[in-house]
C-alpha cells in the first residue's frame, strides 16, 4: 500500500492504522527534530498532493482486515496540506466509529477553511513549542509565509471553533526551549488556547539535525509540574501493551532486521503476507523510527 500504513504502536492513540496525504518530505516546517528527515518541499499551500480516491481504496481495503483504536492522518510530511482531506474524514466517518486523529504542527490552523476541513476529526493535536519568534525560526526553519503570531492565533480560534479533543504537543529541546523564559511564555499562552491535555515530548529518535537535543527524565517532571494538571510526559512512554501484541507481525520484522538487511519480500515470504500488507507494516515502522531503509544496487533493503 502506498498511501495507508501500519497498524503501529502509538504513545497517545494505541494501536493507530495511519493515512499518509503527502508526499515525503513535503511540509510547511523544516524542523530541526523531525525523525522523518529534512524537508525538500517546503511549502504553505494546499494542494491535491495525492489522489483522495486512491486513498480511499486503500483504507477501506485495509478495514476489513484490521481493527484498529484509531485512525491517524500523519505520515510523512504536514497531513493539512491535503485540499481534500475533509472528504478522507467524511469517509472515514461513513464506514465507520473508529475515532479519527489529526496530528498536525497546526502552522495552517489560522486559516478558517483549513480548520473547517479538519473539524470533524475527533482528536486534533498540534504542536507548540514558542511563543518567540526568534525561537520558532530557530526550531521550524518555516516557510516564509507563516509567522508565530498567526500560528497561536490558529490555535486559540481553534479551541473556540473545534468541538472535539485537542492535545497540545510541547515538544522541548535541550538548550533551546527549556529555560525559564520559555517556559513561562508557552505557559501563559497555554492558558489562554486552554487545551484538553498538555503533552510534553521531546527528541527520542534520530534528528534531522544533530543540535536537536533531548531533555532528560528529571526535567521533564520539573516542566510537567510547571503546566499544572493538564500536562503529562509522552516522551519514551510505551503502551501496557507490548508492540508484538499490537500487529502479529511487527515484533518478527523488527527482529528479523537486526539480523541482517531483508526486503520486502523476504517479508512476506517468511511470514506468508501479501506484498501490500509487507509495504503497509514496513512504511509503519520506518515512520515510527524502528527501522531503516538502505537502497543497495536498485534494491531496497530494511534493517533495525
Not at 154 to 170: C, P, T
Not at 203 to 215: E, H, I, Q, W
Request: with cysteine; hydrophobic share 40%; proline share 6%.
Amino acid at each position: 500500500m502506498t498511501y495507508v500504513f501500519g497498524p503501529v504502536p502509538s504513545r497517545r492513540l494505541g494501536l493507530s492504522l495511519g493515512i499518509d496525504l503527502i508526499p515525503s518530505k513535503t511540509c510547511t516546517y523544516d524542523c530541526l527534530y523531525c525523525q522523518v528527515g529534512r524537508t525538500t518541499c517546503l511549502t504553505a499551500e494546499p494542494e491535491l498532493f495525492v489522489p483522495t480516491g486512491e486513498v480511499i481504496g486503500e483504507l477501506k481495503d485495509a478495514l476489513e482486515k484490521i481493527h484498529p483504536d484509531t485512525i491517524t492522518l500523519a505520515g510523512s510530511g504536514e497531513p493539512t496540506l491535503h485540499s481534500e482531506i475533509d472528504q478522507v474524514i467524511s469517509f472515514i466517518k461513513g464506514i465507520t466509529s473508529t475515532r479519527i486523529a489529526l496530528l498536525t504542527n497546526g502552522s495552517l490552523l489560522w486559516r478558517k477553511e483549513i480548520r473547517d476541513r479538519v473539524s470533524d476529526a475527533d482528536i486534533i493535536m498540534p504542536t507548540l513549542t514558542t511563543v518567540f519568534e526568534e525561537t520558532f525560526e530557530e526550531i521550524h526553519r518555516p516557510h516564509r509565509e507563516l509567522v508565530l503570531p498567526l500560528i497561536i492565533d490558529g490555535l486559540k480560534e481553534l479551541r473556540e471553533d473545534y468541538e472535539g479533543i485537542i492535545l497540545l504537543e510541547v515538544f522541548l529541546l535541550a538548550g533551546i526551549n527549556d529555560n525559564k523564559k520559555e517556559l513561562e511564555g508557552i505557559r501563559k499562552v497555554i492558558e489562554e488556547i486552554s487545551p484538553d491535555k498538555i503533552q510534553l515530548n521531546t527528541v527520542v529518535r534520530p534528528p534531522s539535525d544533530p543540535r536537536a537535543m533531548s531533555l532528560d527524565m528529571e526535567q521533564l517532571e520539573k516542566i510537567k509540574n510547571f503546566f499544572g494538571e493538564k500536562a503529562e510526559i509522552i516522551a519514551g512512554v510505551s503502551s501496557n501493551r507490548r508492540a508484538g501484541e499490537y500487529d502479529p507481525h511487527f515484533k518478527d520484522i523488527v527482529e528479523m532486521a537486526k539480523r541482517r538487511p531483508i526486503t520486502a519480500s523476504d517479508i512476506a515470504d517468511v511470514l506468508n503476507i501479501t506484498p501490500d500488507e509487507s509495504k503497509r507494516i514496513l512504511k509503519g515502522l520506518l515512520l515510527k523510527g524502528a527501522i531503516k531503509e538502505q537502497k543497495h544496487e536498485r534494491e531496497v533493503f530494511y534493517t533495525a
